[in-house]
T-cell receptor, first 115, second 111 residues
Framework: DAGVIQSPRHEVTEMGQEVTLRCKPI?????LFWYRQTMMRGLELLIY????????DSGMPEDRFSAKMPNASFSTLKIQPSEPRDSAVYFC?????????????FGQGTRLTVV | KNQVEQSPQSLIILEGKNCTLQ??????????LRWYKQDTGRGPVSLTI?????NTKSNGRYTATLDADTKQSSLHITASQLSDSASYIC??????????FGTGTRLTIIP
């Protein structure tokens, strides 16, 4: 398996524009997680899905953020409108069980810069 | 206050030397504690996982220890190599399906 695949690797956009980040989890993994990483706050869980259903989105910072998982092999994280403070690295991860029980495998991340 | 704090924030050592990274947590017991290694530009990769009842766990040159009395975990790296340069993140599962991440230690190995 190629692991968790994220695209794009880098994204630079202007404030106010819509940004869509994409993730393909490892085949057979039932859990998918979206994280945001900044120097100040480290890794923060935004939302996670189990069997394509959002389970906990309490980490989503505000209504500008939304995530979907239309099928077991694809998820998106959308920011609309984007703001400079959204600049961060966004990671997608997947696992075969819940967060604490088994290792989550991370993608290489999308580095987002909002100018 | 973050329930998981790591120290030092950054560390520079010579190749071949040993080093120890610290992770302090405030709540116990917990379900498990995991150490991740994150290379620059990559996602984190798990090194070790420890349950609350374990004292030590090794993975090659990496040894994690747990002291429940002081609420501290340490990651000891033996005979460091240039490839050990990375960020090391301590992650605690407090049993509520939400992991708490430390902000990491940035380790640099110089030749």
């Amino acid at each position: 398996d190629a692991g968790v695949i994220q695209s794009p690797r880098h994204e630079v956009t202007e404030m106010g524009q819509e940004v869509t980040l994409r993730c393909k989890p490892i085949s057979g993994h039932d859990y998918l997680f979206w994280y945001r990483q900044t120097m100040m706050r480290g890794l923060e869980l935004l939302i996670y899905f189990n069997n394509n259903v959002p389970i906990d989105d309490s980490g989503m910072p505000e209504d500008r953020f939304s995530a979907k998982m239309p099928n077991a092999s694809f998820s998106t994280l959308k920011i609309q409108p984007s703001e400079p403070r959204d600049s961060a690295v966004y990671f997608c991860a997947s696992s075969s069980r819940g967060q604490g029980d088994t290792e989550a495998f991370f993608g290489q991340g999308t580095r987002l810069t909002v100018v | 206050k973050n329930q998981v704090e790591q120290s030092p924030q950054s560390l520079i050592i010579l190749e071949g030397k040993n080093c120890t990274l610290q992770c302090n947590y405030t709540v116990s017991p917990f379900s498990n504690l995991r150490w991740y290694k994150q290379d620059t530009g990559r996602g984190p990769v798990s090194l070790t996982i420890m349950t609350f009842s374990e004292n030590t766990k090794s993975n090659g040159r990496y040894t994690a220890t747990l002291d429940a009395d002081t609420k501290q975990s340490s990651l000891h790296i033996t005979a460091s190599q240039l490839s050990d340069s990375a960020s090391y993140i301590c992650v605690v599962n407090f049993g509520n399906e939400k992991l708490t991440f430390g902000t990491g230690t940035r380790l640099t190995i110089i030749p």
